[in-house]
């Protein structure tokens, strides 16, 4: 069903608190609010900042023991960004690079890439207002789920652990539903717009065939070990956890070591009590990290342990194919149930719907088919809800990530989309070479998401442009 296909959709940008899934399951995820990038302003263009703009920046920066009265450090068409809205983004995104092991800039200029970055999500949230994109709170519930569980921990913990970096979690679910308006907006308005032709396509076949060397592009199956390490942990618990990582490390580097059984034993990542594999890939969708790590190492080769803000990573080469073109991908025929949401259909009714129609499905009343073909407002609905075959990243993230979480012959419980919410039943899954057809696929793929991620820079540099925004000298 083409309206699914997810085109390696754009992740959402905003940033998170240091507090991530471990990097392997991060891809297309949304993640905790508040942290950063690399640059906070590379969706900003070259924006200049004031002279104003750079005093209240340096305001925001102020020493963070000593308390200050709130006040107004920008007017953002009709909405005031305070000097305390600064600081607490200021002093998560310190906390998210200083957990990632990278370099924490200079306190004002740190602080004027964040009040840049506040002023862009303020601009973009009145946009998806304004233009009627709405969030249910069914959503936002689902988003929190898939934040804990990323995290691999219950709702409940994570609140706890919020709290305790003074993030509210009304103002958590209130972050994450804006990073939802977001997201819907950015979709709505750039997918239309971006086309690949097949002369793209052609090219981008063309440079991939005359790649070599190291940086040639490749395909890639990882054995993962992850040894993770809490938010806050002490330096006695971190260095625990390093000498079990360490560990692990060791004895994955024994010739007659059974990986597998390695990670069953030490790793705490989702995939770990299925040996740790994470599936033959090409390279570029897996976390840079890993890529760092593992692209000189030969078949066999184990990496690490490599930190991250998730904790201690241990790395085994499994199989590596050249130009990451012709490797075995693991395909997944999946059948779903979709209900469009409307003004006479909210998104926690719908959710309610598909729940009763889970019930009747597992208590054997009804048949996952049946319903599809009495219910479901998709293409697919004539064929029982069947989607066919399909590769990993095929679909829309949301869906994607419910797909992954299954069994065969298991049945998800409702997942929301911008398509509307879905019930999804996993079929089979199974390993199989690409075809022709799946490589232009991955290669048109490929080119859409560039493209994407360039419209996207276009379109926000436009949508700064025309805002309103007037910056306040702090009070004297």
Known sequence: MRTLLNHRALALGLACLGFLAHPAAQAQKLRLPGGAGPSLARDQGSTKVSPAAAAAAEAAAAVPGIRQADYIVAIVNSEPLTNNEVKARVARVEKTLSGQGMAVPPQDVLAREVLERLILEKILQQQAVESGVRVDDYAVDQAEQNVARQNEISVEDMHRRLAAEGLDPKRFRQELRNQLLVQRLRERELESRVRVSEVEVEQYLREQQGSSGANAPFAINLGHILVSVPENASAAVVDAAQARAQAAAEKARVSASDFA????????????????????????????????????????????????????????????????????????????????????????????????????????????????????????????????????????????????????????????????????????????????????????????????????????????????????????
């Not at 009495?374 to 829309?396: F, I, K, M, N, T």
């Not at 070479?433 to 048109?444: F, G, N, S, V, W």
């Open 261 to 476: 059984a390695l990670a069953r034993e030490y790793s705490d990542a989702p995939e770990g009590k299925q040996g740790g594999q994470l599936g033959l890939r090409p390279a570029d969708r897996y976390p840079e990290l890993f890529i760092d790590a593992a692209r000189k190492l030969p078949v066999g080769g184990v990496a690490g342990p490599v930190r991250s803000a998730a904790g201690f990573h241990v790395l085994k080469v499994l199989e590596r194919t050249s130009a990451g073109m012709q490797a075995m991908v693991t395909q997944n025929h999946v059948r779903h149930i979709l209900l469009r949401t409307n003004a006479q259909l909210n998104e926690a009714t719908a959710a309610a719907r598909l729940a009763d129609y889970r019930r009747r499905i597992l208590t054997g009343q009804a048949s996952f088919e049946a319903l599809a073909r009495e219910h479901s407002q998709d293409g697919s609905a004539a064929q029982g809800g069947d989607l066919g075959w399909a590769a990993p990243g095929r679909y829309v993230p949301e869906f994607e990530q419910a797909v992954q979480t299954l069994q065969p012959g298991e049945v998800s419980p409702p997942v929301v989309s911008r398509f509307g919410v879905h019930l999804i039943q996993l079929v089979e899954r199974r390993e199989v070479p690409l075809t022709p057809r799946e490589q232009r696929e991955l290669a048109r793929d490929a080119v859409r998401e560039k493209k994407l991620e360039d419209a996207y820079t276009t379109w926000a540099q436009e949508q700064r442009a025309r805002a309103y925004v007037e910056y306040r000298e702090p009070p004297q």
